[in-house]
């Protein structure tokens, strides 16, 4: 049989994980969750989530793919944005409604697990300011009635009482703590904080870079380099060097033209195309650095805090420089 199209559901068949780094502990983790979920265990409570949690940018998500592309699951997939809404309990009935159809995929045969991305930030607190909603409240219920009852869920104005297969729900998130005490306990919820060692920091790496030739040393040298940095930080330093190609190439066909190249272009402009760049270790410092320095601004050049200081105008004694600003509210 097919298997059913849902919003939520991600066609891994076309995907390949050839050439791309698997963590052994991710795999591991992910693994031994899901098959204890399959499996009929004489007088165990096996929890049914998942929680994957650990730095912003550190390739949670795709790892979590790659994984389900390598152990043959067709995930159902929902966000954090998902989780609110407008309407009073909608995303706990959409959470019901997607774990049900995670569930018709595994009656016809195929694995399929219940991934949502970034639980915490769509149902965790993140400080008082946070307003806490109804729906933030049935979210945490549901998931939590999910757990107790993975095999027994049902959709509002269905009442009969249906055996369905359990599925294993996966979460990621960036801290856990902020999500409702209850949900997190060791028999709903079993957890793993992924912090990438130096080896999969390389290994992920060397996937990002391995389509430009760059070696598994020059790599090595990078990771250390920029020891501070998530892995995504890899991934916007290969999109920076591509930066002054696109440049000579905007310079070439004029800045006036390039919607007609870039936007239902006409048979005559053909298919863009121009030679990779050369990624040689020393520019890959080079934009390394760059990008550090625009980190560095975004942390040091804090602009709201002088206006909220009331430095709106420069007036005689202020000003309206960005950088003379920064160094004001640091002396003041």
Request: with cysteine.
């Amino acid at each position: 049989d097919a298997l059913p199209i849902s919003d939520g559901f991600k066609d891994l068949s076309n995907m390949s994980d050839e050439g791309y780094y698997i963590s052994k502990s991710y795999m591991d983790k992910i693994t031994v969750h899901v098959a204890k979920n399959f499996m009929d265990l004489p007088k165990i409570k096996v929890p049914l989530i998942l929680g994957i949690w650990g730095g912003k940018g550190q390739g949670k998500t795709f790892q979590s793919t790659l994984i389900f592309k390598r152990l043959g699951i067709a995930p159902i997939i929902m966000s954090a944005g998902e989780l609110e809404s407008g309407n009073a309990g909608e995303p706990a009935k959409l959470i019901r409604q997607r774990y049900r159809e995670a569930s018709d995929i595994i009656k016809k045969g195929k694995m399929s697990t219940l991934f949502i991305n970034d639980l915490d930030a769509g149902a965790g607190r993140m400080g008082g300011s946070t307003q806490y909603t109804v729906n933030n409240q049935m979210v945490n219920a549901t998931l939590m009635n999910l757990a107790d009852n993975p095999t027994n869920v049902q959709l509002p104005g269905q009442y009969q009482v249906e055996e369905i297969p359990r599925v294993p729900i996966i979460a990621t998130g960036n801290d856990f703590s902020t999500l409702y005490a209850p949900l997190i306990r060791d028999g709903r919820m079993d957890k793993f904080y992924w912090s990438p060692t130096f080896e999969d920091r390389c290994g992920v790496a060397c996937g990002i870079f391995k389509a430009d030739g760059v070696n598994e040393k020059d790599v090595e040298v990078l990771v250390r380099t920029f020891d501070g940095q998530s892995i995504d930080f890899f991934g916007a330093l290969r999109a920076r060097v591509y930066d002054q190609k696109v440049r000579e190439w905007v310079q070439t066909v004029g800045q006036e033209n390039i919607g007609s190249y870039l936007v239902n272009p006409s048979r005559d402009k053909g298919k863009l195309e121009f030679e990779p760049p050369v990624m040689s270790l020393e520019v890959l410092l080079q934009h390394g650095k760059a990008l550090e320095g625009e980190q560095e601004n975004v942390k040091r050049v804090q602009l709201a805090d002088a206006y909220l200081d009331g430095a709106v105008l420069a007036g005689e004694g202020g000003s309206s420089n960005t950088e003379q600003s920064a160094v004001n509210s640091l002396l003041a």
